[in-house]
């Protein structure tokens, strides 16, 4: 039982490059999310997905699109990559979203990203 | 907007003392706070969870508490340990979840 895992866990980027954070969790969790952390400033919603087939903006979900795979993976795209997406990028997973049980999230290592 | 707060932002003590982390959030209507612990270069790891019907929670040596009408939470450390040296989150669920930015907390042997 790997709980949430996260890939690549290192990346560098130049500006305008594309690339595709990849997530997955084995808890049969129907929620998934994306959240990116920032010095200073505690970690910040992008994009959510309820269940398997949907997806909602967050708090900051512009320059980064999401796919809901199945019900295992969530990944998260940069179509063209900024240095301000420099940051620590966490997925994590719950079995009812936030509001609608009080469940607990739990988080994958995290994905560090830099563009120059 | 739902703002978190953490003060302090760093927080170094000896061994074996007691200590209080604070959380204080500007909308009481929330439905849950979490306590989360997160060592450097790793992901979060989930303490305790108080639903808003709760006024507190014990695991081990931690016990949360809440009181949501004046927006704040305690999270109390019993007999620290270096082993407790992390960056402690608390985040607040009302809709979708808001962190605050973290106390990093050193235990010094």
């Known amino acids: 039982n790997a709980g949430v895992t996260q890939t690549p866990k290192f990346q560098v980027l130049k500006t305008g490059q594309s690339m595709t954070l990849q997530c997955a969790q084995d808890?049969?969790?129907?929620?998934m999310y994306w959240y990116r952390q920032d010095p200073g400033m505690g970690l910040r919603l992008i994009y959510y997905?309820?269940?398997?087939?949907?997806?909602d903006k967050g708090e900051v979900p512009n320059g980064y699109n999401v796919s809901r795979l199945n019900k295992r993976e969530f990944s998260l795209r940069l179509e063209s990559a900024a240095p301000s997406q420099t940051s620590v990028y966490f997925c994590?997973?719950?079995?009812?979203?936030?509001?609608?049980?009080?469940?607990?999230?739990?988080f994958g290592p995290g994905t560090r990203l830099t563009v120059t | 907007k739902q703002e978190v707060t953490q003060i302090p932002a760093a927080l170094s003590v000896p061994e074996g003392e007691n200590l209080v982390l604070n959380c204080s959030f500007t909308d009481s209507a929330i439905y849950n706070l979490q306590w989360f612990r997160q060592d450097p270069g790793k992901g979060l790891t989930s303490l305790l969870l108080i639903q808003s019907s709760q006024r507190e929670q014990t695991s081990g040596r931690l016990n949360a508490s809440l009181d949501k009408s004046s927006g704040r939470s305690t999270l109390y450390i019993a007999a620290s340990q270096p082993g407790d040296s992390a960056t402690y989150l608390c985040a607040v669920t009302l809709g979708d979840m808001r962190f605050g930015a973290g106390t990093r907390l050193t235990v010094k042997p």
């Open positions: 808890m049969n969790h129907n929620s």
């Open positions: 997905s309820a269940s398997e087939g949907t997806t």
């Open positions: 994590a997973s719950s079995d009812l979203l936030p509001g609608t049980g009080g469940d607990e999230q739990y």
